[in-house]
């Protein structure tokens, strides 16, 4: 599974579908996920238009003169089948949102930006076969061995090339990832994880230069959550000594969890599936947000088998409030994460305040 | 002079005169609340407008929008990934007809994702927590509607609405309320996909509104795209749209305003001669203050203080009046005036404090000015010698008026070959003016004239008369000069607006030669005649031919009044009909043959015979200037092509209307009823015989001119009132005079005729000089003002039983006016009268 901020976009997405989901299942098959369906690259780095949802997901750490700097970049892509087979070149049979995040600690919160569009007209494109992802100057594109994002934002802007240092990692079994017990919900799931990141940040008006490190998630399904579910915790770490940890659990409506999930893979190259025994979050300490009077564990204790990791956010308030567009609201921070090594990440909190819509 | 004197003085003056006092102030009054309420309701439109564009396109720095017909969406993408564009929102702006009740509704196909960063209206329950928009949006069937839309429809969220089009009744379902659209108007915003989809839209926009990054120069914005935009294509301010109405709407206002003004100058003449009158009368009372010692300029400020406080009570009236009516027109017929300009639009009452402030000043102005000129002569009165003289009569002009006159005239004459300035007729209406006041000059010399040649009369009653209009030549130039001036305002308008009535009339019967009209649908542009179903009709049974018309409304440049393009087959029948000159298609040239209105010749300052390009359907087409047509259906530009041509050059073969001419005229109700069972898909379809079609274009006609109309009567009834009790006060002042002439032995009914001969003399003298000025005033009025605002040629016809009837109108009522303002001063006894003068 993904990331929580993720998991608010699909919220999104799905309830851009939730209307007329009955219609759209008769009136579309949508491209099964099924297990022993072995990732094909660079084929599947590029857009599945088949499947309903998809995502490339990058957040990351960088060093600024001015300090760290906790960044996050998403593009989701939506199918509409109720839109297909329309003549109109405008007919919105494919949409794609795209969400960007700057975790400052000199500002205390975060800076975000957002856009949406209907794919169309060389304007908004999910491309096939390639990570080529746009949305009018919104861009991120695998090119010359490094992922490329550009972000021209209302305070800030995001130059950056991340330069992949290992393999890109599998999730799941093989790229399947379960989302529950049974089969029917999960999606294909693959990261990039050690991205190694240069580039251009702009804050206001001040432009710097930043080096760091970054993770990338590519992920799509036809169905996704269980609908027992009330929010999800994940998080994705970058370790210092080349080791990457992803890990997530679905949480029920009374807190317990429902589905867990994972993988680690050591420095050499080495991964390990986690089932869902083996992954447990345990809140540190909570942030209430004055201005919702959310209160989110923004410090955990993540255990993996015998190992734990503390994780301390950048900033306590990386709380994003995109109620007033887009009507999702959670925590998608910065962490760095100490004991059993040390590293830096994301962790992604959702459904603290109310049982997501669906 | 203290102010007790001056308010004891001024009390004075007013007691003796109310109802001739009240005349005058409502005279003013009129003046400014007419120039007042137009001037209120035009502010309120443009301001209605304004806000609605506003509404529509949020932050749009810039507006790209093409003819009716829209253009190709290609332009789109090249339009938002131009480096200085931050946001471009494309929209299908189309007005479809009601399926289920007469009207349109505007339609605006957004894309909401879009839309939304123009303005985040479009997007509906932004605001709450659940991204409702989105779950919706895009659904085709869905629609949200403006406030005001969903008042006028009567409808309720959930409910659904049918509307015409091409590809068969659409029906949407209202999806929710959009409030922050309130002030755009009247309209549902549908998906653009939708839009295109459902109204045979697909490929085609209307309208990229545009915003730019920050500072990028908007204007320089708009020259670089010149050479993008495919032609027809015109990118512009959003404020232009404002300015678009109002330079459409200028012509018709000043035209009102004008009216208000003559209305002004009608009250200033009405001011004169009351005071001029009074002045007279109270001849003894200034030399008395003059012998009291008050000096001469004392009693000339005292005087034009006199004025001022007319003007003063006629202002306050006038603009009080100007509100209430404009803001009860406002409520029951909107912003509109008559023409039909603002149709629909629903306007706030936003009066402009400044403009209104501007013309009460300008009514006291008037009034003041009207006693500037009695204020000079009573300031060099003999003091002595107006002490005994009980002479009545009104200061005279001194000698030079007919100089004067002529020089006047000569102006006006020049002034009428100025050319309009920014479209406005200003040398018509100052050469008006100047006619005005001249003819205002000639009253006392044509008086005097009038007066030496008067044959001697043998009836001693008319000769008594003749002695007394003699002995007051001052009393009897004041009261002409006011038949005067509203006579020939009322004669002027009378002949144009008769000139035109006849020319349409004219033009309506050679225009209208079919039997039977088909439009696909009443308003709207959402249905069209496919060229199958227009062929289905031309094989009906009982049809002779089916003349097919489109038309397209074609952008030339930013900012300019659109031209409309006529396409129908043209023959030389047809081109006589619409008055084109020449009526002969030109010999075969490469250029396609198109006739020009009237307006498209001004405004685009072609020449018969101009080699020009027109874009149509995204393609500079080469076009030849035939000749000029007339069209009193269009105020701007217009352009008629022949249809085949305009099928080759689009392509376009479906039709807005056909023109059926039957092989039976008496079949008509027979074919209406078998062309709508050929065509039971069209369900807005609108049939209507050329004689209605006559019959109501002229009542469209009179209805806009009703507002003129009504001026016209008003102005003759203050003017006639003004007489009545101008003969009033002076009845009143020659009481001695009656005493004495009963003393005589005259009866009271001999007395009575003497002053309705007096009063006719007066009424004939006035009309005839206002038929002469007011027929000159016509002509610039036909031939300059008229051209040079509305752009319509016409002919002069004269309404010779209604001058007639205006004249005989004129003479009754003073004739009636002054032997009934009389009575009062005859009844007292005729000794008491006589002893009164002892």
Known sequence: MTPCARFEMMHRALLLLAGMLAACMALAQYDPVVPGHALQFPRDLGSHAGHRLEWWYVTGHLDAPRGPIGFQVTFFRVRNPAAEGQASRFAPGQLLFAHAALADPKLGRLRHDERSARAGFGLAEARAGATDVFIDDWSLKLEDGAYRTRIPAGDFTLELAMRPTQAPMPQGEGGFSRKGPGGEHASYYYSEPQLEVTGNVRI??????????????HEWSSAMLAKDAAGWDWAGLNFDDGASLMAFRIRALDGHTLWAGGTYRDGAGTARTLRPGQVRFEPVRTWKSPRTGTTYPVAMDLRVDDRTWRLEPLLDDQEL?????????YWEGAVRASGASTGRGYLELTGYREKLPF | MNASVLRLVLRGSFAGNKARLALTVLCIALGVALAGAVHTLHASALAEIERAARALSGKADVEIRGPRSGFDEALYPLIAKREEVLVASPVVDLEAPLANSPGTLRVLGVDP????????????????????????????????????????????????????????????RIAGVLPSLDAGGDAAVVDIAAAQERFGRVGRLSRIDVRLRPGVDAAAFRTALASVLPPGVVASAPASIATRAESITRAYRVNLTALALMALLTGLFLVYSTLALQAARRRQEHALLRALGVTGRGLSFLIVMEGALVGVAGAIVGTLLGLAASRAILRRSGTDLGAGYFRGLDATFAPDPWALGAIALLGVAAAAAGCGVIARAASRLDVAAALRDRALDVPQQRSGGVIAAACLAALGAVLLLVPPVTGLPVGGYLAITCWLAASVLLVAPACRGALQHLARVRDPVAALAVAQVRHLPGHLSASVAGIVVSASLCVAMAVMVHSFRVSLDAWLQGVIGADLYARAAEEGDTVRFSLEQQGRVAALPGIARVDARQYDRLAIAEGAAPLTLVARPLDATILRGFQAEPAEPPPATSEVPVWANDAALDLQAWRIGDRVTIPVAGRSIAVVIAGRYRDYSRTWGALLMDLAAYRRITGDSSASDLAIHLRDRSQATAVSAAMRAALPEMGSLALEDGTSIHRRSLEIFDRTFAVTYALEAVAIAIALGGITSSFAALAWSRRREFGLLRHLGLTRREILRMLALEGAATGLLGALIGLASGAAISLVLVHVVNRQSFHWGMEVHWPLAALAALVLALVAACAAGASWSARAALRDDAVRAVRDDA
Do not use: C, K
């Not at chain 1, 409030?321 to 609201?329: I, K």
């Open chain 1, 204 to 217: 206001e008006s001040e432009s710097m230069a930043v080096r760091g490190v970054a993770w990338l998630d």
């Open chain 1, 321 to 329: 409030d995109a109620r007033g567009s887009t009507g999702t609201l």
């Open chain 2, 113 to 172: 994702f879009r839309a939304a960063r123009l303005q985040a209206g479009y997007v509906a329950g932004s605001s709450s927590a659940n991204f409702t928009w989105s779950t919706e949006g895009l659904d085709a069937s869905n629609a949200w509607l403006t406030p005001a839309a969903l008042a006028r429809l009567g409808a309720q969220p959930g409910q659904t609405i049918a509307l015409r089009s091409d590809a068969g009744d659409v029906h949407l």
